[in-house]
């Protein structure tokens, strides 16, 4: 159940919009479903993206929250979490119980199964559904939702991002990827695919293995059969953890191919070490160390959690930033209304760069591509990315008719 929580610190990032807040008055308090703004944080709690979202995922919310003094629109934010197990069954579950609970916006979500079933779970209800982790482009395509939104990346972007940068190093190259069996893998080796072709790469060969997939180093052997320039990893958690640390095991098989992930989060390089994953290309959509916003509000996790914040967490910050944002000019908390107006204002937070939300609910901005620096290059902790260059979202998210959704059409 909601409890209260004990107002925390003024917000630093939503000072112009506090005048806004007061002109709504008992207008704006009387939209807001049941008095109280209610959210839901659902992840992983404890298993292979418990590290990268998890805890720390309910600990970003809770400071998008603080930065309203848990005040929106008159009404009080309530913030809780619950776990969907990483199984489709149970996120759907988790579903229902939570719109029965009257939540009026959950965020999260991390695997693309879970998303998807919950995503299934709401539709034509007024609950708000900002997805964070998962990666199927179907959540903005044939699966699309007025009252949706998918925030971070898709497997799409994430595809495009490294295979068109590694390609442009590459020459082109031959590839072989190494990723899930499931809609999150798949979308990876079709993305790939329309972005390394063109530019005179090939993909060579294609392992699907198991979401539970441990023992990687015969799956490696295999794939090196094929002599690949690039080896793409395309799994995500305990997984890539060890597919890179068992890839150590081959450096000479490995001395002539890029190890590249397609997904990786700062979570998994601190599991594997920079001894091992030193070299490691990538695509992020958020890093820690970027900007001063980004290690202003890293500062403030750190000292809830411990540690600095991933991708996944940061990007649950900023999206229910901006939900908090749109719930105060619209003074709606859910359905369409809350979410057109979350498409119509900037999103201006400090760490998001160039982003903006379209029609179909996918939120494009620009993302970084990367390499995990050696042992002697990290400076101080945490320091564990180089930034090779920038990616424009608007080149590496694919457009609206290449995954069409039929509300918009």
């Known amino acids: 159940m909601f409890g209260h929580r004990s107002p925390g610190l003024p917000g630093r990032l939503v000072a112009p919009l506090l005048a806004a807040l007061l002109l709504w008055g008992a207008a704006a308090q009387a939209a807001i479903t049941d008095g109280e703004v209610r959210i839901a944080v659902l992840t992983d709690v404890d298993g292979p993206y418990s590290a990268s979202a998890g805890q720390g995922s309910l600990i970003a919310v809770e400071l998008a929250a603080e930065d309203f003094n848990d005040t929106v629109a008159g009404a009080d ?155 793409a990893l395309g799994n995500a958690g305990s997984g890539l953890v060890a597919a890179i640390r068992q890839s150590k095991e081959l450096p000479m098989s490995m001395s002539h191919t890029q190890l590249v992930s397609v997904m990786t989060l700062l979570q998994d390089i601190r599991s594997v070490g920079l001894y091992a994953a030193a070299g490691l290309q990538f695509v992020v959509p958020y890093y820690w160390d970027a900007t001063p916003a980004s290690r202003a509000f890293s500062e403030r996790f750190r000292k809830r959690d411990g540690t600095v914040p991933s991708s996944a967490q940061i990007s649950n910050y900023v999206a229910t930033l901006h939900y908090l944002k749109a719930v105060a000019a619209s003074g709606q908390d859910r359905g369409a209304a809350v979410v057109d107006t979350m498409k119509q204002l900037p999103i201006n937070d400090g760490i998001t760069q160039n982003g903006f939300i379209r029609k179909d609910g996918r939120m494009v901005h620009d993302m970084s591509f990367m390499e995990v620096k050696s042992p002697e290059d990290s400076k101080y902790p945490m320091d564990y990315f180089h930034l090779i260059r920038r990616l424009d979202g608007k080149s590496i998210f694919p457009p609206p008719e290449a995954h069409p959704c039929p509300l918009t059409q």
């Open 77 to 231: 934010i309530q913030v809780r979490m619950a776990d969907h197990d990483n199984d489709p069954k149970v996120a759907a579950k988790q579903a229902k119980a939570l719109h029965a609970e009257g939540v009026d916006m959950i965020v999260g979500m991390p695997s693309s199964a879970a998303a998807l079933a919950v995503q299934r779970t709401l539709r034509g209800t007024p609950v708000v559904l900002i997805h964070n982790g998962a990666g199927t482009t179907l959540l903005t395509g044939k699966e699309c939702s007025r009252t949706s939104v998918h925030w971070q990346y898709n497997t799409a972007a994430l595809a495009a991002g490294v295979g068109r940068a590694v390609a442009k190093d590459q020459g082109g190259g031959r590839w072989h990827v190494m990723t899930l069996d499931h809609p999150f893998g798949k979308g990876i080796v079709d993305g790939l695919r329309e972005t390394i072709e063109p530019m005179g790469g090939k993909v060579v060969g294609v392992t699907l293995h198991p979401f539970n997939q441990m023992r990687f180093l015969p799956l490696l052997r295999k794939a090196l059969e094929d002599k690949p320039d690039v080896l």
